[in-house]
């Protein structure tokens, strides 16, 4: 019998051999664009053969793949095909594959004026990650193109998968000799996600969770001297956010959604998603072949985030026609002016110092100090949390 381990949740299968890998999903009613097939170490396409007694991981991931087993480029035998390209390639050329997605997302395009385009060799960039595979790929990516670019993890405080987490990152940076900013929500905030979420009954989990992370990378980036804060949104997140939006015609984030945000005042860093044109499954497939170790698990606190059911809308779709995704993505960057002409300004409303911290908002007092001040009112503060404004005085460094 092959013995298939699937992730998310975590579980054994066994099913009757020998067959193809495509046979074997097909079996187990899995979607094929959704995952990657893991056998011996190696990515192995749909055409590749198991033996009865073979063992293989099913590893989601959601997004495209079928056929292509030689490499578009020399012609060896291919590890990863990708629909969307009609391609397949070897390791190295599914790396040079990556890298140049990512080249053209940083270069392109050249005619913007300078504040719109993403970053150069002399910026210092700072890349939020968070363990998984999209920001440990980025870091991954920039450092070998020769940019200058240093990590910041923030701790969330969301149990044994922040713990992981963390040990994840620090290990990379370790490796790659590359420097990692630590910084933990509830030493220096006086919350975490957990428990800032359990009190804060006007936002969700996640809510509270991405206002604390946008905050921070700001902060850290602006304290730090950083030039631009780099974070690896990829193609499906870009394009569920797009659903998102639509579905409920939210103009002002269609507005604002692209793939550089300039700073649009003091105290205010860029920022950039150098992966909008790589989906998921390329990023995953990108951190196996180059050996990155990534937490595989899903934060356990997902449930609430509708962005995971607009991803499978459109994985759904994606496999009915490969390159939808894309398409609908760069369609709605190339037409994005209509919406930004449409709201009567680029950078919306005026930005200004908030009252108690001194970073950007659009009122008195920044969204983030508001909740952080709710949230204090209710639970006691922590032992060694800064009193406000909040700096991220605990700042652990990872240096080589
Ligand atoms: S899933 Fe929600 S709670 Fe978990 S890390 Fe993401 S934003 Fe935070
Ligand atoms: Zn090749
Ligand atoms: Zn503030």
Not at 223 to 251: F, I, K, P, S
Not at 377 to 385: C, H, I, K, R, S
């Amino acid at each position: 019998m092959v013995r298939v381990r699937l992730r998310n949740p975590d579980r054994v299968e066994q099913v009757e051999g020998p067959l193809d890998v495509g046979e074997l999903l097909d079996r187990l009613d899995v979607n094929p664009t959704t995952v990657l097939v893991i056998c011996d170490g190696n990515l192995v396409t749909a055409s590749h053969d198991l033996p009865a007694d073979a063992e293989v991981e099913i590893r989601p991931v959601i997004s495209g793949g079928a056929d292509g087993p030689s490499c578009a480029v020399c012609r060896a035998p291919a590890v990863i095909e990708e629909p969307r390209h009609r391609a397949a390639w070897c390791p190295v050329h599914y790396v040079d594959h990556v890298q140049n997605q990512v080249r053209k997302a940083i270069d392109h395009p050249q005619a913007t004026p300078a504040r719109e385009r993403m970053f150069g060799y002399a910026d210092r960039l700072l890349v939020a990650v968070s363990g998984g595979k999209d920001s440990l790929a980025l870091w991954d990516i920039l450092l070998d193109l020769g940019y200058r670019v240093d990590g910041l993890y923030i701790g969330l405080g969301i149990g044994g998968y922040s713990r992981r987490s963390q040990e994840i990152c620090e290990a990379f940076a370790q490796q790659r000799g590359a420097h990692l900013h630590v910084v933990d929500l509830a030493e220096t905030y006086g919350f975490s996600t957990v428990t800032g979420s359990q009190v804060a009954t006007n936002r969700s989990t996640c809510g509270v969770c991405g206002l604390s992370k946008r905050y921070v990378f700001n902060q850290v980036a602006v304290e730090r001297g950083y030039d631009v804060v780099v974070t690896g949104h990829n193609l499906d997140d870009e394009a569920a956010t797009l659903l998102g939006n639509l579905l409920r015609w939210h103009e002002d984030f269609l507005a604002r959604q692209r793939p550089v945000l300039p700073a649009t005042g003091a105290n205010q860093v860029r920022k950039c998603k150098p992966l909008y044109r790589l989906s998921e499954r390329e990023m995953a497939a990108y951190c196996v072949i180059r050996g990155i170790d990534y937490v595989v698990e899903e934060c356990p606190l997902v449930d609430g985030n509708t962005g995971h059911e607009h991803k499978e809308i459109l994985s759904a779709l994606e496999r009915a026609a490969p390159g939808a995704k894309a398409q609908f993505l760069f369609g709605f960057l190339d037409r994005h002016e209509r919406f930004t002409e449409a709201e009567g300004a680029d950078d919306g409303p005026t930005v200004v110092a908030c009252g108690r911290c001194g970073m950007p908002t659009v009122g008195e007092v920044c969204a983030f100090c508001r909740q952080r001040e709710r949230i204090l009112a209710v639970l006691p503060v922590t032992a060694g949390a800064a009193p406000a404004p909040p700096s991220p005085a605990t700042d652990r460094n990872v240096a080589p």
